[in-house]
């Protein structure tokens, strides 16, 4: 049983369209991460959100952390297709472990 | 510097086979992470490492699986008798310090026949 529910699982866009990822949880982390996976790579680290309603932001992504630090969100704006990947959420627990979202696969088309 | 590397990069093998997986950490980080990744699933915790400090091997699916790291360094995954669920992206990660941010390899997918 996964701690973190990401969705969509899937997400196909044009150039130059938004798009949103959503991770969800009950449990309440000491901080979230966002990562991107490529085909035939390991994860590697987009953000790190840990204060409650914390913003920030990277270039054209946009991460949020929940107010209660059970969720966040990931915007990019005017995707390109470079933002092609695998975006993978992981929340920390109390005793430094991550547990990771499922993932969601976004596809930007040319 | 270098970043973690893994080998192989590709395992096949057949159900019952044991299969050894090695991870080369980034030099001077002391703690160091096993996950498995299966398809439509996240990163599953496996094991870690820190410093001379005892692992935990809290995350191993089942006794078939063993971890060591020698001289604070390299690390072999080891899976004894493999069964088909077995088969995924077997993922190793190194940091700073427990708690640091993590730099991943880019995994060893085995695939058990």
């Known amino acids: 049983t996964q701690l973190l529910e990401q969705s969509p699982q899937f997400l196909s866009i044009q150039e130059g369209e938004n798009l949103t990822v959503y991770c969800n949880s009950s449990s309440v982390f000491s901080s979230l991460q966002w990562y991107r996976q490529e085909p035939g790579e390991g994860p590697v680290l987009l953000v790190t959100v840990v204060t409650g309603g914390e913003v920030k932001k990277l270039k054209r992504l946009t991460f949020q952390f929940g107010d209660a630090r059970k969720d966040s969100s990931l915007h990019i704006t005017a995707a390109q297709p470079g933002d092609t990947g695998l975006y993978l959420c992981a929340g920390e627990l109390r005793d430094y472990k991550l547990s990771f979202g499922a993932g969601t696969t976004v596809t930007v088309r040319a | 510097g270098a970043g973690v590397s893994q080998s192989p990069s590709n395992k096949v093998t057949e159900k019952g086979k044991d299969v050894e997986l090695r991870c080369d950490p980034i030099s001077g980080h002391t703690a160091l992470y096993w996950y498995r990744q299966s398809l439509g699933q996240g990163l599953e915790f496996l094991i870690y490492?820190?410093?001379?400090?005892?692992?935990?091997k809290s995350g191993l699916p089942s006794d078939r699986f063993s971890a060591e790291r020698t001289g604070g360094s390299v690390s072999t995954l080891t899976i004894q008798r493999t069964q088909q669920e077995d088969s995924a992206v077997y993922l190793c990660a190194s940091s700073y310090y427990w708690g640091n941010e993590q730099f991943f390899g880019p995994g060893t997918r085995l695939t058990v026949l």
């Open positions: 490492f820190q410093g001379n400090s005892a692992p935990d």
